[in-house]
């Protein structure tokens, strides 16, 4: 059994993690198993909060990732009594989170509950080395809490209106007969409606989640490189969205309405997220002629 567990990359240190922490970890499974089933039947399935389950597996692997920090039992690690206090409240409040969101039928408040439970976990048992060394999964378990309806209503309007103004000007532009009325936009004999999940909001929300997970993976040394980037991340995805909405208008034109609204209206969705995540990536390259990294820059000299 040692010899096996010394050829599984990570399992030697699994096993003292699971010894220490098996309370943490069952009182973890217990409460939150009940939320993942509900979100696996539920909101997991449909297509604005698909990347549920995606930035729950991303999380997982980046605390894997930092599992030293589950074992350090130095004295210089043990957390001073402000940050144990600091711990216990946040813990509390996300307990009265969670028990508020799942009973009421809250989603936001008992997905979101995970994030101040964990983290007042850590500070009471580790301080604030272990809650610093864990911040980006912390941060990127933001990206599983799904938008609260009054900022999905809020934005959608909006969102629609100015795809249709965009993609009726640029088609026009382009030779093709198409108009405008409202959000409805007439090519030849088809009229189409660009709906609420055309607006590009679930969009955007996903694609600033990957964004920020390549920020973090990549490392850049450069302040204004990131900045640009992460203020990059939402227009390119409203910008990637312009351009699905064209694809299936073409589509819909020179093959009909079943192909618009059939096999290429699905597809046409994951090419949005593609085109996204293109964009940003040349975005990336680009700036890297003008705020090259320090590491590479010294390399190159």
Not at 53 to 79: A, G, H, M, N, Y
Not at 263 to 288: E, K, N, P, R, S
């Amino acid at each position: 059994m040692s010899t096996l567990t010394s050829r599984l990359p990570g399992m030697g240190n699994a096993l003292p993690i699971i010894k220490t922490w098996w309370p943490v970890i069952l009182g973890l499974v217990v409460l939150y198993a009940p939320t993942y089933w509900t979100l696996a039947h539920g909101l997991w399935n449909s297509e604005d909060n698909a990347h549920g389950p995606i930035v729950l597996i991303v999380t997982l692997f980046l605390i894997w990732q930092k599992r030293e920090v589950f074992l350090v039992t130095t004295s210089d690690s043990r957390p001073s009594g402000v940050q144990v206090a600091l711990g216990w409240a946040l813990f509390i409040v996300g307990l009265l989170a969670y028990a508020l969101g799942r009973s009421q039928l809250i989603v936001l408040l008992e997905v979101g509950s995970q994030v101040p439970v964990l983290l007042g976990v850590l500070l009471i048992v580790l301080g604030a080395r272990s809650a610093r060394a864990l911040w980006f999964p912390l941060f990127f378990l933001l990206f599983m809490i799904p938008l609260p309806g009054f900022v999905v209503d809020a934005a959608t309007g909006p969102l629609k209106q100015y795809i249709s103004i965009i993609a009726e000007q640029v088609l026009y532009a382009a030779g093709y007969p198409i108009a405008r009325n409202g959000v409805m936009l007439t090519i030849g004999q088809y009229q189409l409606l660009v709906a609420d999940a055309c607006s590009g909001l679930h969009s955007m929300f996903s694609l600033s989640a990957m964004g920020m997970l390549y920020l973090y993976l990549m490392q850049r040394t450069s302040i204004a490189r990131n900045l640009i980037i992460m203020a990059a991340i939402l227009p390119i995805a409203f910008a990637a969205n312009i351009v699905r909405v064209m694809v299936l208008v073409l589509v819909t034109y020179h093959l009909g309405d079943e192909a618009g609204q059939g096999f290429l209206h699905g597809f046409a969705g994951i090419m949005l997220f593609v085109i996204g995540l293109l964009f940003l990536f040349a975005l990336d390259w680009i700036l890297g002629f003008i705020f090259p990294d320090r590491q590479r820059a010294r390399a190159q000299a």
